[in-house]
């Protein structure tokens, strides 16, 4: 498994679509990413991609805010030593952001057969899923910040429903971990609403 020749060393630098890394090596791109990645996930990169290079037209107010604040606007953090250095989310968290916002105020989706739309495999089909209900996954790596993801994805929902008059979203949440190591690290970072604080999750 090869990078692109152009992938950047910067986990803050926007990615191109075209330059993403893969479960194969680069001389199989052109002729078999469509087989090797997750169904929806090349379609919907592009239709992400074309969301934030138009500035995020069709979203809320409310939506476009808080995705300005927290991508477009240079935050400074005070550091342990009191110094100020620049704080940035890694293109990782920003593309789940702007995913989860495009699905849920562009496109509206509200089922399994909304979200089928952007397969481009042709492998996909509804009797896959029991389930009809809105279900939105985030694939990350270890380490490429699924927390703050969350604590993003909270804040939003948490302000769409509290500014937008036909929001479904909602201002209280259930966080499920999958064990006690990760409730562990999750109770953490949300205790006393820490991380809502020390991350620039509020305007």
């Known amino acids: 498994m090869a990078l692109h020749p152009d992938f950047p060393t910067s986990p803050h ?3 191109e679509p075209s330059i993403r890394w893969f479960p194969a090596d680069e001389a199989l791109r052109d002729t078999s990413m469509d087989k090797l990645m997750p169904p929806l996930v090349a379609a919907l990169r592009q239709k992400v991609k074309d969301f934030r290079d138009g500035g995020y037209v069709g979203a809320t107010d409310t939506s476009r805010s808080l995705l300005n604040w927290w ?8 550091q342990a030593d009191g110094s100020m250095a620049e704080f940035q989310y890694f293109f990782a968290q920003r ?12 496109v509206g989706v509200s089922d399994k057969f909304d979200l089928m739309r952007f397969d481009s495999s042709r492998a996909v089909s509804a009797n896959m899923f029991d389930e009809t209900w809105r279900r939105f996954v985030i ?10 993801v969350l604590s993003l994805a909270l804040a939003w929902s948490f302000y769409h429903k509290l500014y937008e008059p036909d929001s479904k979203l909602a201002r ?9 190591i990760v409730l562990d690290r999750i109770y953490k970072d949300f205790q006393g609403l820490r991380l809502f604080f020390d991350d620039p999750v509020i305007p």
């Open 13 to 15: 630098v926007i990615l």
């Open 71 to 78: 991508f477009k606007t240079p935050h400074l953090i005070q």
């Open 95 to 106: 593309e789940s952001l702007e995913t989860i916002v495009y699905l849920y105020d562009v």
């Open 139 to 148: 694939k990350m790596a270890t380490g490429a910040g699924k927390t703050k």
């Open 172 to 180: 209280n949440f259930l966080v499920i971990a999958p064990n006690i």
